[in-house]
């Protein structure tokens, strides 16, 4: 059974842009001290899953290119004597595409990452100021190069639907994002936050958020050009090349179990879902308590586990089997799925149902939120 690692880094160790370094924890942060800390994380999460080899590593969170190479490949080299890694191991970094963080790329694929996650988010200037964003287009697109030059795998991201957003201005900026020839995308529809600057902003009618007709066309464009352009979507907001899917994001969406280390890393392994402390005081403080940085650990009763699996699987253009899904929660297919629904909406082109097979069409991709509510069983949900 697959097994994944996420490693989260909570913040920066060298200047840059993105922090604050004369806060707190940040400005005394001790790379003896964290590694010491996250490997004893790393072994609490192996002592309960041995005998599994990783399928991938992903580090995140702060700004992880920003991490020592050198820890890096410490934490890489006592993963694999704990799991050992299964063949083609993928070790994703996830990075702001700043010329600070760029800089680390070469030695960071020294110390074993073979695939590059870039948060481009835009691709105009004025964009990414709205979006909050510090970096510029050329220095993203410099990073975008160095990247590719250095990582066999690279994917960035997008945001569109953005207030305003026309057809035509999205389709050029999608077209020349698809020419820089990466394998994989993240296109994310912007959405409005509780909590948010654009949350507030709204509220106080500064901003006009994208109708939901208009971001569905635009869904359906986007869905158009990645598939011609030979990234054909393989979740609702992935594309990928075949054979260049995030196979992190994939234990995800396939509910296989991932162990989570470092400040406020969530895990789901062994049917149960682990918290660690966020604050990174609070993390080292545990860590030398209890010898784990775990702030809640809950085991998950099973039918809140086949909803999540469920609600994480139909986002894949693979679907799931429902069969399958129910042997393996030891639970009756009538008992997770309400067949009725599915037959409806399958006869209005939502769905594609089958006794062994449920997938969602590409007519019912923009409206996949609204069809779960439908699709799974209310006495699933209401267990």
């Given at each position: 059974m697959?097994?994944?690692?996420?490693?989260?880094?909570?913040?920066?160790?060298?200047?840059?842009?993105?922090?604050?370094?004369?806060?707190?924890v940040?400005?005394?942060?001790?790379?003896?001290?964290?590694?010491?800390?996250?490997?004893?994380?790393m072994?609490?999460?192996?002592?309960?899953?041995?005998?599994?080899?990783?399928?991938?590593?992903?580090?995140?969170?702060?700004?992880?290119?920003?991490?020592?190479?050198?820890?890096?490949?410490?934490l890489?080299?006592?993963?694999?004597?704990?799991?050992?890694?299964?063949?083609?191991?993928?070790?994703?970094?996830?990075?702001?595409?700043?010329?600070?963080?760029?800089?680390?790329?070469?030695?960071?694929?020294?110390a074993?990452?073979?695939?590059?996650?870039?948060?481009?988010?835009?691709?105009?200037?004025?964009?990414?100021?709205?979006?909050?964003?510090?970096h510029?287009?050329?220095?993203?697109?410099?990073?975008l190069?160095?990247?590719?030059?250095?990582?066999?795998?690279?994917?960035?991201?997008?945001?569109?639907?953005?207030?305003?957003?026309?057809?035509?201005?999205?389709?050029?900026?999608?077209?020349?994002?698809?020419?820089?020839?990466?394998?994989?995308?993240?296109?994310?529809?912007?959405?409005i936050?509780?909590?948010?600057?654009?949350?507030?902003?709204?509220?106080?009618?500064?901003?006009?958020?994208?109708?939901?007709?208009?971001?569905?066309?635009?869904?359906?464009?986007?869905?158009e050009?990645?598939?011609?352009?030979?990234l054909?979507?393989?979740?609702t907001?992935?594309?990928?090349?075949?054979?260049?899917?995030?196979?992190?994001?994939?234990?995800?969406?396939?509910?296989?179990?991932?162990?989570?280390?470092?400040?406020?890393?969530?895990?789901?392994?062994?049917?149960?879902?682990?918290?660690?402390?966020?604050?990174?005081?609070?993390?080292?403080?545990?860590?030398?308590?209890?010898?784990?940085?775990?702030?809640?650990?809950?085991?998950?009763?099973?039918?809140?586990?086949?909803?999540?699996?469920?609600?994480?699987?139909?986002?894949?253009?693979?679907?799931?089997?429902?069969?399958?899904?129910?042997?393996?929660?030891?639970?009756?297919?009538?008992?997770?799925?309400?067949?009725?629904?599915?037959?409806?909406?399958?006869?209005?082109?939502?769905?594609?149902?089958?006794?062994?097979?449920?997938?969602?069409?590409?007519?019912?991709?923009?409206?996949?939120e609204?069809?779960?509510?439908?699709?799974?069983?209310?006495?699933?949900?209401?267990?």
């Amino acid at each position: 059974m697959a097994l994944a690692l996420y490693i989260h880094w909570p913040f920066c160790l060298a200047k840059c842009p993105y922090c604050d370094f004369n806060s707190h924890v940040r400005a005394r942060t001790d790379i003896s001290a964290w590694q010491a800390a996250l490997l004893a994380d790393m072994r609490h999460e192996a002592r309960l899953t041995s005998g599994r080899p990783l399928t991938s590593i992903f580090f995140g969170g702060g700004t992880p290119s920003l991490m020592p190479p050198a820890l890096v490949e410490t934490l890489l080299r006592e993963a694999e004597a704990l799991w050992g890694f299964a063949p083609g191991i993928e070790i994703t970094l996830e990075a702001n595409p700043s010329s600070v963080e760029a800089a680390n790329f070469t030695a960071l694929a020294s110390a074993g990452i073979n695939r590059v996650s870039l948060g481009l988010q835009a691709l105009d200037d004025k964009t990414l100021k709205f979006l909050g964003r510090l970096h510029d287009v050329s220095e993203s697109l410099a990073a975008l190069e160095l990247a590719q030059k250095t990582y066999a795998r690279v994917s960035f991201d997008l945001i569109y639907a953005r207030p305003e957003q026309s057809p035509e201005a999205w389709e050029a900026e999608l077209n020349r994002a698809l020419g820089f020839g990466t394998g994989h995308l993240s296109l994310y529809q912007l959405t409005i936050e509780p909590g948010t600057r654009f949350a507030t902003l709204v509220r106080e009618g500064k901003l006009t958020p994208l109708d939901d007709d208009a971001g569905a066309d635009l869904f359906a464009l986007t869905r158009e050009m990645t598939a011609a352009a030979g990234l054909p979507a393989y979740e609702t907001s992935n594309h990928a090349r075949p054979g260049e899917e995030s196979r992190h994001n994939l234990t995800y969406w396939r509910y296989q179990d991932y162990v989570g280390i470092g400040p406020g890393a969530h895990g789901r392994r062994l049917g149960a879902a682990t918290v660690r402390h966020k604050k990174p005081e609070n993390f080292l403080r545990a860590v030398s308590e209890q010898n784990h940085g775990i702030s809640e650990e809950r085991l998950l009763p099973i039918h809140e586990q086949a909803t999540e699996a469920l609600l994480m699987g139909l986002r894949l253009t693979e679907g799931i089997s429902p069969p399958a899904l129910a042997a393996r929660f030891g639970l009756n297919v009538d008992d997770m799925i309400d067949q009725k629904a599915c037959e409806r909406l399958a006869t209005m082109g939502f769905l594609k149902c089958t006794k062994m097979h449920l997938t969602v069409t590409e007519k019912g991709a923009p409206l996949l939120e609204a069809l779960l509510g439908d699709i799974v069983s209310h006495q699933l949900v209401s267990a």
